[in-house]
C-alpha cells in the first residue's frame, strides 16, 4: 500500500511538472502535425495506390505508438535530470522500494506521453484519418501499454550513464533507427533477412504492432499489415518490460549508490 | 533498538569511492547516545560528507558496521530510513512544485497519508498541519507558492520542517547554514534550537562553521579521512589550549617581580601573557599590585582548538 501510494506521487509530480511547462505543451500538438500532415498526406500521394489500403491509417497508428514509446522513453531522462537539481536525494533516501521509485517515474512519464498522444489524435481527425470514437477507446490500454515499454527501455538505455547531456546525444541513436525498424512509415512485411532480425530485437516493434493489431481488427487490411496477433505482442512485451525494468532498476540503483 | 542506549553506532567504517586511489574514510568508529546534539567537524575533502551519506543509507561503504536506531544500515536500510531525517548540502526541493507540494510529496512517501492528488482532497489533519506550518515559518501567503520564489534561508527551513514530518528519531544536518547569510544563519539555528528541545531529536549535524558546534554535546574532527580529536568542546579545548591572562603596564620590571613572587608561569612582551591552567582569574589579579592600564581574558574557542589540532596535524606530516 506505501509503494502504491508512492508510486502515485512520484507519478504525479512528474505530471505536474508537464502541465506547468508551456513550451512541451506546445511541442505536444506541432510534432503530431508534422509527422502526420505533412509526412502522411504525401505518402498517401506517393504509395497508396501500390500498399492497396489507406496508408493514412497506417501511418497515423505508426506514429501513435512511436509517439507514445519514444515520449516515455526519452521522459525517463528525468531521473538523471533529478539527481542533477539534487531531488533523487530525497527520492532515495525515502523508506520506499527502490522499485516502486522508478516505476513511479516510469507511471509519471507515461501519464505525459499519453497526454501528448492527444495531440496525435486531434490531428488524425483533422486530417480525417479514419476512425471512430469506440475504437479510440479500444486502443488505450495498448497505447498504455506501449508507454510502459518505452519507460523501461529509456530507464534501461540510461542507466549507466550519469549526464543528461550523454542522455541526449544517445537517445537518437537507439530511437531512430526504429523508426524504420519497427515500420512506422513502411510496412515490414519483407525486409532482407539481417534488417528483419534486427527488426525483431527492435522493442518498438511490438508496440506499435499492437496498436495496429487493434486497429484493424476485424478488417480486411489486418492479413496486409498486421505481424502478430494481439496476444503474442502482449507477451512478447510482458517479457521485454520485466526484464528492461528489473535490469534497468538494478543498474540505475547500483550506480547511485555505489560510487 | 540494541541495549546500549546508542543511536548510532559506526565501527571501522572505510569507504573508497570507485574512481579515487585515496580512501575517502579510513577507519573511522564513533557513536552518538541518543537525544544528543553531535557535530562532525573537518575542512573541505576530510569526508564529512561521504560518511553522512553512508549513515544515512544513500551510499555504500566499503567496509565496517553501522548501526542507527538499532538497525543495520545496509541490511535494514528500509527501517533506517524510516526513523531519519535529512538535510542535504545541496537544497533538495523540487523548485517546481509549491511549498505545500514539496511536503505532501514527502508526507506520502513516508506513508503518513494516503494518496491524493491535489491539496482539496487531502484529509482535515493534514491541512491544519500545513496551516500550522506555514504560521511558524511565516510564509501564510506563499504556502501555495512554488519554492523558485523562496529565498535560501526559506528553502532550508522549508527542508527542516519537510524532514520533520515523519518524527524522526535522528536528524542529520549537511552543512546546513553554508551559503545563508548571518542572519538567516542566525534565525535558523534559533529554529532549530527548539525543534531540539520540543521533539528531543538527536541531532548530527556536519559544519564548518566552529561557533555552530560550540552547543554540541560531543564532537568529533576527522581530517583526511580519519578521526584526529573526539570529545565534548570543552574536552577538546581543554586538551589543546590554555586559557590565558593578557596584561600591559607601564612598569614591567614590578610586574615581573610581583609575577615571580606569585610564582606564575608568564611570557613577557608588549602584553604579559600569564598561564591561568584552572586557577581563579579574579584571585590573581587581586593579588597583583602593579597598576595595569589593560586586562584581557583569552578563553579559547572551539575554532582555535580546531586550527590548532589541524595545525599540529599537518606540522606532525
Known amino acids: ?259 | 533498538m540494541s541495549i546500549s542506549n546508542n543511536i548510532i553506532e559506526v565501527k571501522n567504517l572505510t569507504k573508497k569511492y570507485k574512481k579515487s586511489d585515496k580512501v575517502a574514510v579510513n577507519n573511522i568508529s564513533f557513536s552518538v547516545k541518543v537525544g544528543e546534539f553531535f557535530a562532525l567537524l573537518g575542512p573541505n575533502g576530510a569526508g564529512k560528507t561521504t560518511t553522512i551519506s553512508i549513515l544515512t543509507t544513500t551510499l555504500s561503504k566499503t567496509s565496517g558496521t553501522i548501526k542507527i536506531a538499532g538497525f543495520d544500515s545496509e541490511v535494514e536500510s528500509g527501517k533506517v530510513r524510516q526513523n531519519i531525517g535529512v538535510i542535504f548540502q545541496n537544497p533538495s526541493l523540487d523548485l517546481n512544485l509549491t511549498a505545500e507540494e514539496n511536503i505532501r510529496f514527502h508526507a506520502i512517501l513516508y506513508g503518513l497519508y494516503s494518496f491524493a492528488p491535489s491539496y482539496s482532497l487531502m484529509p482535515v489533519e493534514y491541512k491544519e498541519k500545513i496551516i500550522k506550518l506555514a504560521t511558524i515559518l511565516e510564509i501564510e501567503k506563499d504556502i501555495f507558492k512554488p519554492v523558485k520564489s523562496f529565498s535560501g534561508g526559506m528553502k532550508r527551513k522549508l527542508e527542516i520542517i519537510r524532514s520533520l514530518m515523519h518524527d524522526p528519531k535522528i536528524l542529520f544536518l549537511d552543512e546546513p547554514t553554508s551559503g545563508l547569510d548571518p542572519l538567516s544563519r542566525k534565525n535558523l539555528w534559533k529554529y532549530l534550537e527548539k525543534v531540539r528541545k520540543e521533539n528531543k531529536t538527536t541531532i548530527f549535524l556536519t559544519t564548518h562553521y566552529l561557533e555552530e558546534a560550540e552547543q554540541a554535546d560531543n564532537v568529533v574532527v576527522v581530517s583526511s579521512g580519519r578521526i584526529i580529536a573526539t570529545g565534548s568542546p570543552k574536552k577538546i579545548k581543554d586538551d589543546l589550549i590554555q586559557e590565558y591572562l593578557l596584561v600591559k603596564t607601564n612598569q614591567k620590571n614590578k610586574l615581573e617581580t610581583e609575577l615571580k613572587n606569585l610564582s606564575l608561569t608568564y611570557e613577557t612582551g608588549d602584553y604579559f601573557k600569564i598561564d591561568v591552567e584552572g586557577k581563579n582569574v579574579h584571585k590573581i589579579i587581586k593579588n597583583i599590585n602593579t597598576p595595569l592600564t589593560e586586562i584581557k581574558v583569552h578563553i579559547p574557542t572551539l575554532e582555535d582548538a580546531y586550527l590548532e589540532i589541524l595545525n599540529r596535524q599537518t606540522q606532525e606530516k
Open chain 1, 1 to 259: 500500500m506505501r509503494n502504491l501510494n508512492a508510486i502515485l506521487t512520484i507519478a504525479l509530480r512528474d505530471y505536474l511538472k508537464f502541465l506547468r511547462d508551456r513550451g512541451r505543451i506546445i511541442a505536444t500538438f506541432i510534432f503530431p502535425l508534422m509527422f502526420i500532415g505533412i509526412l502522411g498526406s504525401s505518402l498517401q500521394g506517393s504509395f497508396a495506390a501500390d500498399a492497396g489500403y489507406n496508408f493514412l491509417g497506417f501511418v497515423f497508428t505508426g506514429v501513435l505508438g512511436q509517439t507514445l514509446f519514444q515520449s516515455t522513453a526519452s521522459g525517463i531522462i528525468s531521473l538523471i535530470q533529478d539527481r542533477t537539481s539534487d531531488f533523487s536525494q530525497e527520492l532515495f533516501v525515502s523508506p520506499v522500494s527502490r522499485f516502486a521509485i522508478i516505476f513511479g517515474k516510469i507511471f509519471g512519464e507515461t501519464l505525459v506521453a499519453m497526454s501528448q498522444g492527444v495531440g496525435v489524435i486531434l490531428f488524425a481527425f483533422l486530417i480525417r484519418v479514419p476512425l471512430e470514437l469506440s475504437q479510440l477507446l479500444s486502443l488505450v490500454p495498448a497505447f498504455f501499454v506501449s508507454c510502459l515499454l518505452g519507460g523501461a527501455f529509456g530507464l534501461l538505455i540510461l542507466a549507466n550513464l550519469d549526464s543528461e547531456r550523454g542522455a541526449n546525444q544517445i537517445f537518437p541513436f537507439v530511437i531512430f533507427p526504429q523508426f524504420f525498424l519497427s515500420g512506422i512509415f513502411a510496412p515490414i512485411k519483407n525486409l532482407p533477412p539481417i534488417l528483419d532480425f534486427v527488426s525483431h530485437l527492435a522493442p518498438m516493434r511490438y508496440a506499435v504492432d499492437l496498436v495496429r493489431g487493434l486497429y484493424y481488427q476485424g478488417t480486411p487490411e489486418y492479413a496486409k499489415i498486421v505481424l502478430l496477433p494481439v496476444w503474442q505482442n502482449l507477451l512478447i512485451i510482458g517479457c521485454m518490460f520485466l526484464i528492461m525494468f528489473t535490469v534497468g532498476s538494478a543498474l540505475f540503483v547500483r550506480n547511485e549508490k555505489n560510487r
